[in-house]
């Protein structure tokens, strides 16, 4: 008769009969397994979505004064002035009292016009095959798609809820067909053409904003607005309506994640968006939130996108020993599964555990990191790592082997996390006991100019995430400068660190 394989799981000792042979025992820490292949037509990294979700509310008309002489596509400011100086005998230009000569002002719609329109352009020479989208909203929402065929709008009750919203948006997802190459002065001359009015229905165009770039996994939507949502779902301009929005945008940021799409905010400075309600679009789906200058709106896009797309529909899926158990965790897990979204070749994602309620007397301890992921080719995959370190009860032989930005980065999520949920103490706690941690290796002979350099980073970076904390609050709202400090503490990686 054959021998019976049997074999002992290094989590939990239980011993299991196997039935493999020989070239099918893993022989290497990383093993990856195909659990679905790639559809027969293959689609390309640079085939992905980009959806830009602008806002054209009445408050883009707001506008910055710039020095110097400035011209800008779109711009209304020459045919006004040659207008107004008809009125005079010579022609020559009118000023109101007091008004600056070398002064151009800048509307909030005509930086995001460029911005969008520059960004444009860099994917036609980077991302030639990629398809780019427009969706706008103001009291309704237009679907531009890519400019090839007429505007589809939304409006009435399609904008009353979630589910109309989307439905009403899946009629029109044909709109995008054509790659940025051959889309590109079509919607750059839909962009330009863009006007201000109305209110503010940003919760209908996500929906629709979602929907369109859902025909490819691992799209992206960037959504740019300069104010709370007034119209239809999702809005926020009362405090009564802060519970069920925030329901609206939590199951709207899991309906993108399960579609593969990312979901990045931006907004503007000297404006209330209420991000604290917001963020979990791009918390959830692997997104980004800034508050930008809309001059310097340009740089902030291309940082967004300037990364291509690696996996989406990421889950990671950490596995511990029986003895050990993870921090900060609701419960006392030796299991835990995280929901990343899309990934580029810079995301990180990580865990962090402790000694359990069982007495360990082992020399070493088994990890093992299982990630789910869709590629780009459509291929469904699972990576599978698994690793052995060794056990020591000495805290100064540990911290040897620190790594002092991956400290940091643990230490800024934790604390920023826990600030954000409004246990401000325990959030200092945690940073004043990493900060002991980490001063510890940073003052000993085994640690490197690398090190201390970090080390200081972190000092200078968590004092700014610190000053956020106990920030006043409006109407029951947090600022979104504190907000937006805060979300991009629960995001930090180590490179922000080096």
Known sequence: SEAVRVWACDFCGVENVVDLEDEELPTADTVDYILKPAPRVVTSAAESNVIFCVDTSGSMCVSTPVSGKHKFRGSKTETMQRELAAFNDDNSQQRMPSESRGVVYVSRLQAVQAAVDAQLHTLVDTHPNCRCGLVTFNSDVAMVGDGSKATATLAGDALGTGQSARAAAQAHTDLLAEPVKSSVELLSKKLFGLEEGGQTALGPAVCASIELAASTPGSRVVVCTDGLANVGVGTLENESDIPEAREFYAGLAAYALERGVSVSIVTIEGTEADLDSIECLADRTGGDVEIVDPLTLSENFSSMLAEAVVAS?????????????????????????????????????????????ATLALDELPFQVQIRYTAPSGMEALRVISQKKPVTKDRGEALKTMDVAMCAARATQVSSELASKGRVGEAKLNSRAWRHTMASHVCSEESTVTDQKQYANFLSANHDVESTYEAPQSRGRRSDTSSRWQYKGKKATSQNFY
């Open 313 to 357: 529909k990421v889950e990671v899926t950490m596995k511990l020993h029986k003895g050990l158990c993870f921090r900060h965790e609701d419960d006392a897990l030796s299991s835990l599964t995280r929901h990343v979204g899309n990934v580029d070749q810079n995301s990180e994602t990580m865990f962090e555990f402790r000694v359990g309620d």
